[in-house]
């Protein structure tokens, strides 16, 4: 699913009228029949409904979902902010139909002071905003932003129409400076703008922002930003295996890392990333680590392979690992090399590392530790650059990230999207800039924009089940790399947030552990953020009447 601009979602429409002859009036009439069933479905309780509208289309969206929830039965109190004798085209043709005759209470409201007479609509069960939308330009000023302070004053839930109220459509940011209306659920139409997928528009995480279908065809949803949603890949994983398939076909994954001494170790973060690559579905895993570790990493599941690593007095993986009889017999047979888990920084396995990413000529997934080997190596990078027969995965968490481009955590978080994709574009990798809205910027400067995932996975051993996922799923899809890794993103957020929100779901934000979402890694794969009414899922799908699954 592509992402777009305000401009273009403006021009979307313009060419569903012009070019395939769907009237605006049309689109309108859809845009309000998806909020009035979608408040319906997501707050079936609310028996009250307060319908802010402004004077624009957004506001013609709310009238027309006011009268449709009047007409259903509701106790709808509909508010105008502006005379009516200024609104045009569409939107005055839901003032007529609202309000001629009239739709519940509708009152027009033309000054800040006039919302104080209107207190009793803050007593709603729900208050539906729909005051400006995609095309509104901040700051919030005036009638606008009095009404943003009325009704934070209010305890109801509150349904954005589009955006909440005051979000610029095209912010990349997780914030915004500005005053916004607060959302506990957004609706919008057609495809999701940056703000939809790179926003915390809503107040808790889990909270449904969605993508409603209203008519418009795909010829007409043009978009230059580059930018996709990376939940549509997920369909990649959906389709059913050939019924001859054998493990052959499914690729065999190598994990290098680990580290195990008298001083301690890291055994359980190769053994985890190997670990996810088995649930993903890979054909076959091989876990090559230190030998002192090895007895701990087999014990992770009786069907992972284990290749002893001859090892450093410390327990490192030892360079003597890189003699070319000993890499040719480690490399036979596998399709994809993971490298970087648990694997320490201690010269012998630098140079160990920096050999076999040198030597090999299969896709790899770098992550941890080999991605800090890279940063301080920046020549090995350039090397590697552009190989256009290899796909290199990098997994970098903002620090990470920032040690390999040179720049701050702070300057990586302020600007996560153009970090990702010119180090992308610059280096000729795939880059898994890891975080709230993960990124998957790639060579050619395209960046899917994941929605999945919750404030529990910030523990220990979550990266090394997204790696795992990764090299798991690209080891299956290779020809289709993009797709696989932006699918491995989302299902490893989605198993998180299943193993919290789902009704079988055991865990909270607090007592999440990676290893938790094992047991949701199945039900992710098999669901669909596309619901039986159409409506894409952007967030919060698990959050009330969450979409089907995929039978199996």
Not at 40 to 49: I, K, L, T, Y
Not at 348 to 355: A, L, R, Y
């Amino acid at each position: 699913m592509h992402v777009l601009s305000a401009a273009e979602m403006q021009a979307c429409d313009r060419a569903t009228t012009e070019r395939f002859g769907v009237p605006s009036l049309d689109l309108m009439r859809a845009a309000a029949a998806a909020v009035a069933a979608f408040a319906r479905e997501q707050f079936p309780g609310a028996r009250r409904v307060t319908v802010l509208c402004g004077r624009g289309n957004n506001g013609g969206d709310g009238m027309m979902a006011a009268r449709l929830l009047a007409d259903a039965g509701l106790e709808v109190t509909t508010l105008l902010l502006g005379s009516p004798a200024g609104l045009t085209g569409e939107a005055a043709e839901a003032w007529r139909e609202l309000a001629g005759p009239a739709h519940g209470a509708i009152h027009v409201v033309e000054a800040a002071e006039e919302l104080a007479r209107h207190n009793g609509a803050l007593a709603a069960d729900l208050i539906v905003d729909a005051v400006v939308g995609t095309g509104f330009n901040p700051p919030l000023k005036g009638l606008a932003l009095a009404a943003r302070e009325w009704v934070k004053r209010s305890r109801a839930p509150v349904l954005a129409v589009d955006l909440p109220s005051g979000w610029p459509a095209n912010a990349t940011g997780a914030t915004v400076e500005g005053p916004v209306f607060p959302a506990d659920a957004v609706i919008t139409f057609t495809a999701p703008k940056p703000a939809h997928v790179f926003g915390q528009l809503t107040r808790r995480w889990d909270q449904p922002v969605v993508v409603a279908p209203i008519g418009s065809p795909e010829g007409a949803i043009i978009s230059g930003l580059g930018l996709d949603w990376a939940g549509s890949a997920v369909e990649l994983v959906q389709a059913p295996r050939a019924a001859a398939a054998n493990k052959g076909d499914f690729g065999h994954v190598l994990v290098v890392g680990g580290t195990f001494g008298t001083a301690g170790g890291k055994a359980g973060a190769p053994a985890m990333a190997a670990l996810a690559a088995l649930r993903a579905g890979a054909g076959l895993v091989t876990a090559a680590v230190p030998a002192p570790a090895l007895a701990l990493v087999a014990a992770i599941a009786p069907e992972l392979m284990t290749w002893p690593l001859a090892a450093t007095a410390a327990g490192r993986i030892s360079a003597e690992n890189l003699a070319p009889e000993l890499v040719a017999a480690l490399m036979a047979g596998k399709t994809v090399l993971v490298i970087g888990p648990g694997l320490g920084q201690e010269p012998e396995t630098v140079k160990f590392t920096m050999g076999l990413i040198e030597a090999t000529k299969i896709p790899a997934v770098i992550d941890a530790d080999a991605l800090n080997i890279l940063a301080a190596e920046p020549g090995l990078l350039a090397k590697l650059a552009h190989r256009s027969e290899r796909t290199l995965v990098l997994t970098p968490h903002p620090g990470e990230m920032a040690r390999l481009a040179g720049i701050t955590v702070a300057e990586v978080q302020a600007k996560r999207l153009e970090v990702a994709r010119g180090f992308a574009e610059r280096f000729g990798v795939t880059v898994v800039l890891k975080g709230a809205r993960t990124l998957i910027a790639h060579p050619d400067g395209k960046v899917a924009v994941n929605t999945t995932g919750n404030p529990g996975m910030a523990k220990g051993g979550s990266g090394d089940f997204l790696t795992g996922l990764v090299a798991g799923l690209l080891a299956q899809y290779p020809k289709d790399a993009a797709r696989a890794v932006a699918a491995a993103v989302t299902l490893h957020g989605l198993a998180a947030d299943m193993a919290v929100r789902y009704p079988e779901g055991t865990q909270d934000e607090h007592t999440l552990l990676a290893t938790d979402s094992l047991a949701q890694f199945s039900r992710a794969f098999r669901f669909h953020s596309r619901g039986e009414n159409g409506y894409v899922w952007l967030q919060g799908a698990l959050h009330a009447a969450a979409p089907h699954e995929v039978p199996g």
